[in-house]
């Protein structure tokens, strides 16, 4: 199977990782990690601290082994909707605005009404509404109250958002809130992204996160973000050297602060397009820069995801399923992985979603999945019979099977097959999109809240927003 990188190029892009991180540095800008590093032998000026090789080794080979997905199952998978995005398109206006309470809501009832999601997020960040105390906790309490998927969170504790700009204690209750109502003590309940700042450095914020993720020994993904000739290197070359060796310090922190923490690691840094100062995911050179980036990680058995399924397209348009479904699909023939993980309704370059959007990702997933996974076909014994009898009837749809037909072959709900026919007369939609306001009116119809006990909804009611409250 092909991959991008050699193994020579991969051993190059590692050596100069260590090399930045012995010669120039990472900043580190708390002092408990300064005095951490400086513990262990580690040169610190002022917030940069200068790494040598002997610990980044050391914290290497106290990471866990790295785990394989099953080789059969190949797949595109929805991890969560939306990603983290401020704003959402209005279905009614297909304008954009902030995101409110209420599209938290319907994006939970629409992922809890389907079978691909895999985890909960709040993907709607920081909506309006929220009148909670303490935003950040009454982001988690919503999710704890609409959904039921596992928490896989990529929004952090914030200065911003949480009471009176206590983070630490907001990310520690957020993991206990998680624990309470998920009933859990000992397993990790919840994954949580940690995103540094480029370039080479971890704010407080980011380390106040990563510090209580470690205490309470949850998942932690470290996902660099870097934008080439802004806050990365102009090359994507140099932006995926950038990425390993901001990411390789993140990992030695960790494995000072806890020997033997696993860590996973994540790549969204891409293309600056710079007629607009604007990411660009939606492209081939967003693929090469994660690809690169993962077949390091792959290298130095460190575990490492693909993501997929990005636009940056405002529209539903050519545009927006293209980008969608290359960045989707494309990393199978460019390296050997097995799962490309997409947040279905993305848009905007993670500025904006949308519910529509969210439908025809998910319709685009399922159609992946019969490419990558193929078909269970099986040879019809009768098939010959029917030949015969076709001859006389000169169609099958008075022989054939109806139910052979629906198991092994699919009729999209969502997508337009009906040809030049035209759109019912004064229909301001056309037919796809009255196919999804249609499955969006019946999931959220069919939506049940999770089952919580009185105990758990007491719990819930003192982080919840005014409209969530029960």
């Given at each position: 199977?092909?991959?991008?990188?050699?193994?020579?190029?991969?051993?190059?892009i590692?050596?100069?990782?260590?090399?930045?991180?012995?010669d120039?540095?990472?900043?580190?800008?708390?002092?408990?990690?300064?005095?951490?590093?400086?513990?262990?032998?580690?040169?610190?000026?002022?917030?940069?601290?200068?790494?040598?090789?002997?610990?980044?080794?050391?914290?290497?080979?106290s990471?866990?082994?790295?785990?394989?997905?099953?080789?059969?199952?190949?797949?595109?998978?929805?991890?969560?909707?939306?990603?983290?995005?401020?704003?959402?398109?209005?279905?009614?206006?297909?304008?954009f605005?902030?995101?409110?309470?209420?599209?938290?809501?319907?994006?939970?009832?629409?992922?809890?009404?389907?079978?691909?999601?895999?985890?909960?997020?709040?993907?709607?960040?920081?909506?309006?509404?929220?009148?909670?105390e303490?935003?950040?906790?009454?982001?988690?309490?919503?999710?704890?109250?609409?959904?039921?998927?596992?928490?896989?969170?990529?929004?952090?504790?914030?200065?911003?958002?949480?009471?009176?700009?206590?983070v630490?204690?907001?990310?520690?209750?957020?993991i206990?809130?998680?624990?309470?109502?998920?009933?859990?003590?000992?397993?990790?309940?919840?994954?949580?992204?940690?995103?540094?700042?480029?370039?080479?450095?971890?704010?407080?914020?980011?380390?106040?996160?990563?510090?209580?993720?470690?205490?309470?020994?949850?998942?932690?993904?470290i996902?660099?973000?870097?934008?080439?000739?802004?806050?990365?290197?102009?090359?994507?070359?140099?932006?995926?050297?950038?990425?390993?060796?901001?990411?390789?310090?993140?990992?030695?922190?960790?494995?000072?602060?806890?020997?033997?923490?696993?860590?996973?690691?994540?790549?969204?840094?891409?293309?600056?397009?710079?007629?607009?100062?604007?990411?660009?995911?939606?492209?081939?050179?967003?693929?090469?820069?994660?690809?690169?980036?993962?077949?390091?990680?792959?290298?130095?058995?460190?575990?490492?995801?693909?993501?997929?399924?990005?636009?940056?397209?405002?529209?539903?348009?050519?545009?927006?399923?293209?980008e969608?479904?290359?960045?989707?699909?494309?990393?199978?023939?460019?390296?050997?992985?097995?799962?490309?993980?997409?947040?279905?309704?993305?848009?905007?370059?993670?500025?904006?979603?949308?519910?529509?959007?969210?439908?025809?990702?998910?319709?685009?997933?399922?159609?992946?999945?019969?490419?990558?996974?193929?078909l269970?076909l099986?040879?019809?014994?009768?098939?010959?019979?029917?030949?015969k009898?076709?001859?006389?009837?000169g169609?099958?749809?008075?022989?054939?099977?109806?139910?052979?037909?629906?198991?092994?072959?699919?009729?999209?709900?969502?997508?337009?097959?009906?040809?030049?026919?035209?759109?019912?007369?004064?229909?301001?939609?056309?037919?796809?999109?009255?196919?999804?306001?249609?499955?969006?009116?019946?999931?959220?119809?069919?939506?049940?809240?999770?089952?919580?006990?009185?105990?758990?909804?007491?719990?819930?009611?003192?982080?919840?927003?005014?409209?969530?409250?029960?």
């Open positions: 199977m092909p991959a991008l990188l050699d193994t020579e190029t991969i051993a190059s590692r050596d100069q990782a260590a090399d930045i991180l012995a120039v540095g990472v900043a580190f800008e708390t002092n408990r990690a300064r005095d951490l590093f400086k513990k262990h032998g580690a040169a610190v000026h002022g917030k940069q601290v200068k790494i040598p090789a002997s610990l980044l080794e050391q914290a290497l080979d990471l866990p082994e790295p785990t394989e997905p099953p080789a059969e199952k190949k797949r595109v998978a929805a991890a969560s909707p939306f990603g983290n995005a401020p704003m959402i398109q209005d279905d009614r206006t297909g304008q605005r902030r995101g409110t309470i209420e599209d938290a809501v319907k994006m939970y009832q629409l992922a809890e009404t389907s079978d691909l999601y895999e985890s909960a997020n709040p993907g709607v960040a920081d909506p309006e509404g929220n009148d909670s303490d935003p950040f906790l009454g982001q988690i309490a919503i999710m704890l109250k609409y959904s039921d998927l596992r928490p896989t969170i990529g929004l952090r504790a914030t200065r911003s958002n949480t009471r009176h700009g206590n630490r204690f907001s990310a520690k209750k957020a206990h809130l998680i624990k309470e109502i998920r009933q859990a003590d000992t397993l990790p309940v919840m994954g949580q992204s940690i995103c540094p700042m480029a370039p080479l450095s971890y704010d407080e914020e980011c380390l106040m996160n990563l510090e209580v993720l470690v205490e309470e020994a949850q998942d932690i993904t996902s660099p973000c870097t934008l080439t000739f802004m806050t990365g290197p102009e090359s994507l070359m140099g932006t995926v050297i950038h990425d390993i060796a901001i990411s390789l310090a993140g990992i030695v922190y960790v494995q000072l602060l806890k020997p033997g923490t696993n860590v996973n690691l994540s790549s969204f840094s891409t293309m600056t397009d710079l007629k607009t100062l604007q990411p660009s995911y939606g492209s081939p050179e967003y693929l090469y820069a994660q690809i690169m980036f993962y077949e390091v990680c792959r290298h130095l058995q460190i575990n490492c995801v693909l993501c997929g399924g990005f636009s940056d397209s405002r529209e539903n348009d050519y545009q927006s399923g293209f969608s479904c290359m960045t989707a699909l494309v990393p199978f023939s460019l390296t050997r992985v097995q799962e490309v993980f997409c947040s279905p309704g993305h848009m905007a370059s993670f500025a904006g979603a949308g519910f529509t959007k969210m439908i025809l990702d998910e319709e685009m997933l399922i159609n992946c999945n019969r490419i990558l996974q193929g269970d099986s040879m019809d014994p009768s098939l010959k019979d029917k030949l009898k076709s001859l006389d009837t169609s099958f749809l008075s022989i054939g099977s109806a139910g052979l037909y629906r198991k092994e072959q699919r009729v999209t709900r969502i997508f337009d097959k009906t040809g030049i026919q035209m759109a019912p007369p004064g229909s301001q939609k056309g037919r796809v999109a009255e196919n999804v306001s249609r499955e969006i009116e019946k999931r959220c119809a069919a939506y049940v809240l999770p089952a919580r006990s009185r105990a758990q909804r007491n719990l819930l009611q003192r982080y919840l927003p005014t409209p969530c409250k029960y």
